[in-house]
T-cell receptor
Framework: DTGVSQDPRHKITKRGQNVTFRCDPI?????LYWYRQTLGQGPEFLTY????????KSRLLSDRFSAERPKGSFSTLEIQRTEQGDSAMYLC??????????FGQGTRLTVV | SQQGEEDPQALSIQEGENATMNCSYK?????LQWYRQNSGRGLVHLIL?????REKHSGRLRVTLDTSKKSSSLLITASRAADTASYFC??????????FGAGTTVTVRA
């Protein structure tokens, strides 16, 4: 298994554009998490899935953010009408039940 | 909002010294985990301690958990330059939501 992979690694977009990130978890992991991290801060929880069910979405997220995990496999995170404040590292992690989480290398988003 | 809060925010020590950082949290947990993040890299899992455990060791790492005080500590013994990183505690709530604190930045001086 190659671990958790995220695509793209870097994304530069103009303000107002939509962006979509992909996360491929470790295949047997039923839980998948999305986080956002800015410089000097810890990972901020965005949302998580158990199989294909989205269990919680952070109240801090606006309606511009949406995530899916069709068929309980890979997941996508979409940000609509991006703003400069959306610039951050977006991290994906997966785990099996209540064990350790494995993180991808992240997608760095820059909104110009 | 973040569940766990690490203390101190930053720590600078000499190579060979021990480093201790603490984590406090607010609600009941299944387990508590510690992660390391080197600059610009992804998070790497270090150790997991379950709510019915009080202490756990892994190599030069020692973690304690006090559920009555809702706190945990991570001790790194005989630190090395390679231990320079940010360290985060993560609380695993009963609904399997994994929440991270703001982290402790550790700098090990040669």
């Amino acid at each position: 298994d190659t671990g958790v992979s995220q695509d793209p690694r870097h994304k530069i977009t103009k303000r107002g554009q939509n962006v979509t990130f992909r996360c491929d978890p470790i295949s047997e992991h039923n839980r998948l998490y999305w986080y956002r991290q800015t410089l000097g801060q810890g990972p901020e929880f965005l949302t998580y899935f158990q199989n294909e069910a989205q269990l919680e979405k952070s109240r801090l997220l606006s309606d511009r953010f949406s995530a899916e995990r069709p068929k309980g496999s890979f997941s996508t995170l979409e940000i609509q009408r991006t703003e400069q404040g959306d610039s951050a590292m977006y991290l994906c992690a997966s785990r099996d039940r209540d064990t350790e989480a494995f993180f991808g290398q992240g997608t760095r988003l820059t909104v110009v | 909002s973040q569940q766990g809060e690490e203390d101190p925010q930053a720590l600078s020590i000499q190579e060979g010294e021990n480093a201790t950082m603490n984590c406090s949290y607010k609600t009941s947990i299944n387990n508590l985990q510690w992660y390391r993040q080197n600059s610009g890299r992804g998070l790497v899992h270090l150790i997991l301690i379950r709510s019915n455990e009080r202490e756990k060791h892994s190599g030069r790492l020692r973690v304690t958990l006090d559920t009555s005080k809702k706190s945990s500590s991570l001790l790194i013994t005989a630190s090395r330059a390679a231990d320079t990183a940010s360290y985060f505690c993560a609380t695993d709530a009963p609904d399997y939501k994994l929440s991270f604190g703001a982290g402790t930045t550790v700098t090990v001086r040669a």
